[in-house]
């Protein structure tokens, strides 16, 4: 009995949503230069969101093809959103104009693309609930 009972509970937990993790692929597109670095961060709550500090994981990855991947193993099933840009002249930051426009490559998860200001992070949140695969445009 003893055992059935622990084969109950070890089967509850397991399919438990809190127990589950995925791997999350992320494919980024139209790159257009290939030098310097694209720097992908991936972040899991909107308090910590666009601050690379607080980012849950990241990427750093040469910018070497038109298309570049990276995967995020293991995450646990939740809400998360993607900021991500080609750092051309790899100096660590995004370059802006003196307007404060973006003058490097930037993509934001879900496609959000607006000129005049980068994605909230409702716009920019995505549920992962499974493996998945998303493929992300980079802008310039």
């Not at 849950?56 to 193993?73: E, M, P, R, W």
């Not at 200001?117 to 609930?129: C, G, I, L, M, N």
Request: proline share 3%.
């Amino acid at each position: 009995m003893k055992s059935f009972l622990l084969l109950i509970f070890f089967t509850i937990v397991s399919l438990s949503p809190f127990a589950q993790t995925a791997d999350l692929t992320i494919n980024v597109t139209n790159i257009q230069y290939l030098e310097g670095r694209v720097m992908i961060a991936l972040f899991n709550s909107e308090e910590s969101y666009l601050d690379l500090d607080k980012m849950y994981a990241g990427y750093d990855i040469a910018a070497d093809s038109s298309v570049v991947s990276c995967s995020f193993q293991s995450l646990p099933a939740g809400i998360y959103a993607l900021t991500i840009y080609h750092d051309e002249d790899s100096n660590g930051e995004l370059n802006r104009n003196w307007l404060g426009m973006p003058q490097e490559g930037y993509a934001f998860s879900n496609n959000y693309f607006n000129v005049l200001k980068p994605a909230s992070y409702k716009d920019a949140a995505f549920e992962v609930t499974g493996n998945a695969l998303l493929s992300i445009k980079m802008n310039y």
